[in-house]
Each structure stands twice: as structure tokens, then as C-alpha cells.
């Protein structure tokens, strides 16, 4: 069993993977939006979490 959970991912990558800016990432972090962990120098997010995060904005625009 491992320090980071399976599901967890580099921040970075999931930014550009939703095309979403750096300001606009770094504020869902600091708002808990999106709950993350930094590991050294590294960001992490959930799968789970960036997906309930993208449900919501559907489901916001609906």
C-alpha cells in the first residue's frame, strides 16, 4: 500500500487535460473546490473529486 492513493494524479495534468487556466486551477484548489494534497514540490487530486467536479458544472449549466 502506497503514500498516494490509487486514484490520485498530478494536479498539473488533470489543469491540462480540462483545459482549464492556471489562475482559474490554482483558485479551485485554495477554494477547496477540488481537495488536493502537495507531496514536495507535487500537487494531487482525487479522480473522484475532478469527476464530481465536472458532473457539477453540467449539471449547473442544466
Known amino acids: ?5 490509487e486514484d490520485a494524479v498530478r ?9 482549464i487556466g492556471r489562475q482559474t ?3 479551485l484548489l485554495r477554494d477547496g473546490v ?3 494534497a502537495k507531496l514536495g514540490k507535487t500537487i494531487y487530486v482525487k479522480r473522484t ?7 457539477s458544472q453540467f449539471a449547473a449549466s442544466a
Do not use: C, T
Request: charged fraction near 30%.
Open 34 to 36: 477540488i481537495p488536493s
Open 49 to 55: 473529486d475532478v469527476q464530481r467536479y465536472v458532473e
Open 11 to 19: 494536479g498539473e495534468d488533470v489543469r491540462a487535460e480540462l483545459g
Open 25 to 27: 486551477w490554482r483558485a
Open 1 to 5: 500500500m502506497g503514500l498516494i492513493p
